[in-house]
C-alpha cells in the first residue's frame, strides 16, 4: 500500500538558516510526487511537484525538491528561511496509473516555526 | 478566478444534528475529492467523485455521505453528527496528474 512518511512533527529554524524537510514514501513504482504547505486557518497551496525527468525540481518562494529513487526520498529544501515561511508542510504521493481515482496519500505534516 | 470555494468557513453541531457542506469548483474539472484534516494526522480521503453522478468511498466514509449532480458541486452530508466528526474538511478538485486545488476548508466542531 502507498504510504508517506514524514519523521519530523516540528521544527524550529532562525530566519536566514537553510531548511531540510524529509519526506519517504512507499509506492511500487515511480510516483507523482508533491509538496504543499498550509497557512494557520488556510488551505493547502501546492508548493512543487515531480512526475517525471529532472530529479531537482523547484518550485514557488524559492523552494526546491529532490527525489531519490534508491531512498524512496523527496526531501524539501530551501537555502535561506524567511519569517513567513513558518507554516505547516505535507509531503504526498499520487498512483500514476491512468485508471485510478486520482487522490493524494499525505503524509502527516510537519510544523515549521522560524525564529528571529 | 474563484477556483474551490467552500462554505461555510466554521459551523458548530450538536450531536445528532445533519449538515451539509458546500464545495463548488469553476474549473471545469471532472474529479472532486474530500478529505478530513485531524491534528498530527494528515489528510485522510472521505469521498471521491470523477464526474457528474458518479461517486466513490475513499478510506473514511462512514457517517458521511455525497452526490455529484453537477460538474461543478460536489457537496458532502452529515446526516447525524458525532463528536468524532470535528475536524477540518477539505474539498479539492484534480487536474491533469494528479494536480490537486484545494478550498479554504470548514472548520466542524461537534459537540
Known amino acids: 500500500a502507498q504510504s508517506v512518511t514524514q519523521p519530523d512533527i516540528h521544527i524550529t529554524v532562525s530566519e536566514g538558516a537553510s531548511l531540510e524537510l524529509r519526506c519517504n514514501y512507499s509506492?511500487?513504482?515511480?510516483?507523482?510526487l508533491f509538496w504543499y504547505v498550509q497557512s494557520p486557518g488556510q488551505g493547502l497551496q501546492l508548493l512543487l511537484k515531480?512526475?517525471?525527468?529532472?530529479?531537482l525540481v523547484q518550485g514557488i518562494k524559492g523552494f526546491e525538491a529532490e527525489f531519490k529513487r534508491s531512498q524512496s526520498s523527496f526531501n524539501l529544501r530551501k537555502p535561506s528561511v524567511h519569517w513567513s515561511d513558518a507554516a505547516e508542510y505535507f509531503c504526498?504521493?499520487?498512483?500514476?496509473?491512468?485508471?485510478?481515482?486520482?487522490?493524494?496519500?499525505f503524509g502527516k505534516g510537519t510544523k515549521l516555526s522560524v525564529k528571529p | 478566478n474563484a477556483g474551490v470555494t467552500q462554505t461555510p468557513k466554521f459551523r458548530i453541531l450538536k450531536i445528532g444534528q445533519s449538515m451539509t457542506l458546500q464545495c463548488t469548483q469553476d474549473?471545469?474539472?471532472?474529479?472532486m475529492y474530500w478529505y478530513r484534516q485531524d491534528p498530527g494526522m494528515g489528510l485522510k480521503l472521505i469521498y471521491y467523485?470523477?464526474?457528474?453522478?458518479?461517486?466513490d468511498k475513499g478510506e473514511v466514509p462512514n457517517g458521511y455521505n455525497v452526490s455529484r449532480s453537477t460538474t461543478e458541486d460536489f457537496p458532502l452530508r452529515l446526516e447525524l453528527a458525532a463528536p468524532s466528526q470535528t475536524s477540518v474538511y477539505f474539498c479539492?478538485?484534480?487536474?491533469?496528474?494528479?494536480?490537486?486545488?484545494f478550498g479554504a476548508g470548514t472548520r466542524l466542531s461537534v459537540l
Open positions: 479539492a478538485s484534480r487536474l491533469a496528474k494528479n494536480i490537486q486545488y
Open positions: 509506492y511500487g513504482a515511480t510516483p507523482y
Open positions: 515531480y512526475f517525471s525527468g529532472d530529479t
Open positions: 474549473m471545469n474539472h471532472n474529479y
Open positions: 504526498a504521493v499520487g498512483s500514476n496509473y491512468g485508471g485510478s481515482q486520482g487522490n493524494l496519500i
Open positions: 467523485s470523477v464526474g457528474a453522478g458518479i461517486t
